[in-house]
């Protein structure tokens, strides 16, 4: 695989207290992006401002938008980036110095041994402002699509570095559904493709009380989409016990 160029993909929201450092970590890779692409979600704090005038060692686009939710600012970076290889990175989160070497050197090794590899994942750590540490280690290494009836095995959106054509092929993730979005589209993907992960801790995820997941119970609309959007298009494959199953754990 001779193209292995990447873009990184951030969606801004209010951030400003955030997204220098989240943007500092990228510069301090080890390899550094392509092109990053920041979609400002109709901030009103000035961190778009912030993006416009950082001193970036890579190409840094900043898009405007109103504001429409994470799923649709990382689809307009989804739809907006050329590079082979997406990762994606929210602004309240960092990545350490070598994680996108590391992803890059798996994935690109595995590719070479015949896998058809369509993400590599890393382990994260969620840091709550209560100084709580709760790691994110789920661990991959090839078919994984029947995990995903139980459980978002993806560690995080920031952990993720995936193929833009397969991102692309599924219409990026779903804007109609605000909580598991992404498990939904790394469930597309898994039915195609390999994952597997990097199994060191590569990023940092900043969860104060305003943060999305830090709120299910207001999700929980958003949620029942979820199960009802996997019911449907895979509700068929399933017994009657593996679809109680996967709605009593969903």
Same mark, same amino acid.
């Given at each position: 695989?001779?193209?292995?160029?990447?873009?990184?993909? /951030?969606?801004?929201?209010?951030?400003?207290?955030? /997204?220098?450092?989240?943007?500092?970590? +990228?510069?301090?890779?080890?390899?550094?992006? =392509?092109?990053?692409?920041?979609?400002?979600?109709?901030?009103?704090?000035?961190?778009?401002?912030?993006?416009?005038?950082?001193?970036? &060692?890579?190409? +840094?686009?900043?898009?405007? =938008?109103?504001?429409?939710?994470?799923?649709?600012?990382?689809?307009? %970076? /989804?739809?907006?980036?050329?590079?082979?290889? +997406?990762?994606?990175? #929210?602004?309240?989160? !960092?990545?350490? &110095?070598?994680?996108? *070497?590391?992803?890059? *050197?798996?994935?690109?090794?595995?590719?070479? @041994? %015949?896998?058809?590899?369509?993400?590599?994942?890393?382990?994260?750590? @969620?840091?709550?402002? #209560?100084?709580?540490?709760?790691?994110?280690?789920?661990?991959?290494?090839?078919?994984?699509?029947?995990?995903?009836?139980?459980?978002?095995?993806?560690?995080?959106?920031?952990?993720?570095?995936?193929?833009?054509?397969?991102?692309?092929?599924?219409?990026?993730? #779903?804007?109609?559904?605000?909580?598991?979005? #992404?498990?939904? +589209?790394?469930?597309?993907?898994?039915?195609?493709?390999? /994952?597997?992960?990097?199994? *060191?801790?590569?990023?940092?995820?900043?969860?104060?009380?305003?943060?999305?997941?830090?709120? &299910?119970?207001?999700?929980?609309?958003?949620?029942?989409?979820?199960?009802?959007? !996997?019911? *449907?298009?895979?509700?068929?494959?399933?017994?009657?016990?593996?679809?109680?199953?996967?709605?009593?754990?969903?």
């Amino acid at each position: 695989m001779n193209d292995c160029s990447v873009c990184v993909i /951030i969606p801004l929201y209010n951030a400003a207290n955030t /997204i220098g450092q989240a943007l500092d970590s +990228l510069a301090a890779q080890t390899h550094r992006p =392509q092109r990053v692409i920041v979609v400002d979600d109709g901030s009103t704090d000035g961190g778009a401002e912030q993006v416009e005038r950082y001193p970036a &060692p890579f190409p +840094l686009t900043l898009i405007r =938008q109103t504001n429409q939710g994470p799923a649709a600012a990382r689809n307009r %970076g /989804i739809f907006e980036a050329s590079e082979r290889l +997406l990762a994606f990175l #929210d602004a309240d989160d !960092y990545w350490l &110095p070598g994680k996108l *070497e590391k992803q890059l *050197e798996r994935f690109k090794r595995l590719r070479a @041994s %015949g896998r058809r590899v369509g993400l590599v994942d890393c382990f994260g750590m @969620s840091l709550f402002d #209560d100084g709580r540490q709760i790691p994110f280690a789920w661990c991959k290494a090839g078919w994984h699509f029947r995990d995903f009836q139980q459980h978002n095995v993806i560690n995080g959106t920031s952990s993720v570095l995936m193929e833009r054509e397969l991102a692309t092929r599924f219409g990026g993730f #779903d804007a109609r559904i605000r909580f598991a979005e #992404d498990r939904w +589209l790394w469930t597309q993907v898994a039915e195609r493709a390999e /994952i597997h992960t990097v199994p *060191e801790v590569l990023y940092h995820r900043l969860v104060g009380p305003d943060n999305i997941t830090a709120q &299910p119970e207001r999700h929980y609309p958003h949620k029942l989409r979820f199960v009802e959007l !996997y019911l *449907e298009r895979y509700g068929a494959q399933m017994s009657p016990r593996e679809r109680t199953d996967f709605i009593l754990a969903n």
